[in-house]
Structure formats: structure tokens, C-alpha cells
T-cell receptor, first 115, second 116 residues
Framework: QKEVEQNSGPLSVPEGAIASLNCTYSDRVSQSFFWYRQYSGKSPELIMSIYSNGDKEDGRFTAQLNKASQYVSLLIRDSQPSDSATYLCAVNKISGSGSARQLTFGSGTQLTVLP | DVKVTQSSRYLVKRTGEKVFLECVQDMDHENMFWYRQDPGLGLRLIYFSYDVKMKEKGDIPEGYSVSREKKERFSLILESASTNQTSMYLC???????????????FGPGTRLTVL
């Protein structure tokens, strides 16, 4: 089982729709969860962080965390063509020393928003 | 805003050359990371550093070394470049996770290295 799993997609949604991106993780002790957006040929850009169960909203983006189910999702409302990118889920990785410095990244979901 | 800069956006080197990739961050972050990203393989951690002169191996350290002489600067060294090291190299930095700090990583623009 991969440590962080995402549907690879590609996921296509029409402009104005809600895009739903999902991520599951295997390490129950993980505490912090992140969503990055990566445009083709560019570096990942942090768009959301979440550490508490429930929803966190920032503009058109909502991150949802359910630690009991080991599940984190990203909803993009009113999707725009400019949202077309690969979205990476990342989870903090607890090392043997107890450090949470490292992140484990999923392989990403490619989203296309159709005009 | 956090700013992470990398010395080159594109680099072309010959097999066997020694290659230096430099990364600088301006947010006084404790941690710095080097990744490579290849199609179908995702982001893979090469090395990271949690303090000046301190380093730890990531998932794929073979063929690489690193140097962190100053807090803001982290260098990746390819001792003898090979064609299988052709890749996108990404540097990132983060705060040390703690109370009120999640340890988000912020990435530089990347260096696309081609080894011929």
C-alpha cells in the first residue's frame, strides 16, 4: 500500500462546476496535510494546509480532513480553466526520532477544467 | 512571502562532469530539501538538512551529496553526472514543525538538468 494515494485521473470538469480531489494516507500518526498545485513545467505551489478534522475554506478552495478514515480531500468551487493543473496531496511523515519535517507526496491528480 | 531561489532554470552538462545546484531561501527556515521529479515517478526526496552542516539521506541519495554551510543556502552536488540524472530538481524549505507551525514546504522554481 502506498503511503499517500491519489486518483491519478485525469479528471475533467466543466467550467463553473465543483472539482473534487481525493487523497488517502496510511500512517495514522500523521498530523498535517497539504495540497499543492503544479502547473506543467512549474514547481509545486502550496494552496491549502489542514490539521484538524473537518473543513477549512479559503476562497474557492475547501480542504476536508477525516482522520478516522485517513482521508483528505480538496474541493474547488466554480472551477476555472486556470485551475487546470496537477494537484499533489502531501502528508507529514513522522521519522523514527519523532520529527515531522519530511512530507510524503502522492503522485498527483491531473485536473482539466473545460471552457 | 517566502522566497526560494535556485541558481539556474535550465542546465546542460556532459557525462562525468561535477555539477553544483544552489538553493537560497530568505525566510530563516531551519529545514531545506532537495527533490527530483520525473514523469510517472513523482517527487522523490534526495537529501534534506535540518540545520547548518546537518544532513540526512532521503529516498534516493545515491550519486548525490549536499552541503549546507549557511542557514539560507543548500547545495546539491552531482559528483560525476550521468544520463540517468537528467531530471527536474526542486529545492524546498520549511519551518521546523511545532506548536502553531505545520512545517509547510515552499518550493523554488526548479532546475531542469540535462546530462548528455
Amino acid at each position: 500500500q502506498k503511503e499517500v494515494e491519489q486518483n491519478s485521473g485525469p479528471l475533467s470538469v466543466p467550467e463553473g462546476a465543483i472539482a473534487s480531489l481525493n487523497c488517502t494516507y496510511s500512517d495514522r500518526v500523521s498530523q498535517s496535510f497539504f495540497w499543492y498545485r503544479q502547473y506543467s513545467g512549474k514547481s509545486p505551489e502550496l494552496i491549502m494546509s489542514i490539521y484538524s478534522n473537518g473543513d477549512k475554506e479559503d476562497g474557492r478552495f475547501t480542504a476536508q480532513l477525516n482522520k478516522a478514515s485517513q482521508y483528505v480531500s480538496l474541493l474547488i468551487r466554480d472551477s476555472q480553466p486556470s485551475d487546470s493543473a496537477t494537484y499533489l496531496c502531501a502528508v507529514n511523515k513522522i521519522s523514527g526520532s519523532g520529527s515531522a519535517r519530511q512530507l510524503t507526496f502522492g503522485s498527483g491528480t491531473q485536473l482539466t477544467v473545460l471552457p | 512571502d517566502v522566497k526560494v531561489t535556485q541558481s539556474s532554470r535550465y542546465l546542460v552538462k556532459r557525462t562525468g562532469e561535477k555539477v553544483f545546484l544552489e538553493c537560497v531561501q530568505d525566510m530563516d527556515h531551519e529545514n531545506m530539501f532537495w527533490y527530483r521529479q520525473d514523469p510517472g515517478l513523482g517527487l522523490r526526496l534526495i537529501y534534506f538538512s535540518y540545520d547548518v552542516k546537518m544532513k540526512e539521506k532521503g529516498d534516493i541519495p545515491e550519486g548525490y551529496s549536499v552541503s549546507r554551510e549557511k542557514k539560507e543556502r543548500f547545495s546539491l552536488i552531482l559528483e560525476s553526472a550521468s544520463t540517468n540524472q537528467t531530471s527536474m530538481y526542486l529545492c524546498a524549505s520549511s519551518n521546523e514543525p511545532g506548536v502553531g507551525r505545520l512545517g509547510e514546504q515552499f518550493f523554488g522554481p526548479g532546475t531542469r538538468l540535462t546530462v548528455l
